[in-house]
């Protein structure tokens, strides 16, 4: 009799636990965009919306949570219940604010769901300015240190840190103007406000495909489809090769259950022709790599050279 209670209380939890993995999701799931309107990642949340839905079987509710360049959204997924209903869409911004001490979140408070593409930092410049190419804009920058205003998505961030790692490189002096959220430094360099931009391509695109902005150079090692004019750093002569990434995560602790859900749906929607269609029209590179081993080691291999970096530029 004992040994049937047992097997009968064994036999419950699995079917619990099958249950749960069935039922997942049971509500609407809340995605936490931590930038305003209008940028690329926002872009991207927006293009994975109905295949995520279709494969979860609820709602995904996009949520644009601005502040402190990425901060203040990111905090309060890295805050929330590891349960899967609140996620969010990182990139390398939550590696550099960590080395930059910005940030009281580490890279090790979120599970990385999936890899969803791979986007590359472009230099641009107004369109209505002298510039026509990365050698005029640097001939200009070296002959006239900190006259040109180069502007980024918030300090101490992804593009902070990337256009640091260009000043370096290239060895030139720029005024550094950092905004909170990409659409609101492409406002600023269409209105003349500033001179020069470093962003991730899917943010320019907007300002790109209105003419406003001119595209001058990417940091990635191989030029991109949709702009095969533009230069590769390396080209231009620089020893720099750097690209960003686009994901979905969770808090961390999230059940592999939520997990394998999320793998399924974010396989669907990185395959599906109208989320292809549309990320195509943004310069970026669908890359999916599911939540495991690969994907593990790729973000602990970004966290390190980037927190290494933002922390030297820090001091």
Known sequence: MHKLIKTSVLMAGLLGAGLAYAEYPTKPITMVIPYNAGGGTDVLA????????????????????????????????????????????PNNVIFATEGMGNATYHSDDFAYLGNVLTDNYMVAVRADGPWQSWQDLLEDMKANPNSVKFGFSGYGGSTHVASEMLSDSAGYKAKQVPYDGSSKAVLAAMGDHIDALMLNVGDLAAGLKSGKLRPLMILGDKRLEEYPEVPTAQEEGLKLSLTNWRGVAAPAGVDDEVRQAWAEALKQATADPAFRKAIATQGAEIEYIPPGETLDERMATLAESFIQTAHKLKQ
């Open 46 to 89: 927006r293009a994975m919306q109905p295949a995520l839905e279709e494969s979860l079987g609820q709602t995904i509710i996009v949520s644009n949570v601005p502040g402190g360049g990425g901060i203040l959204g990111f905090t309060k997924v890295a805050n929330a219940r590891a349960d899967g209903y609140t996620v969010t869409i």
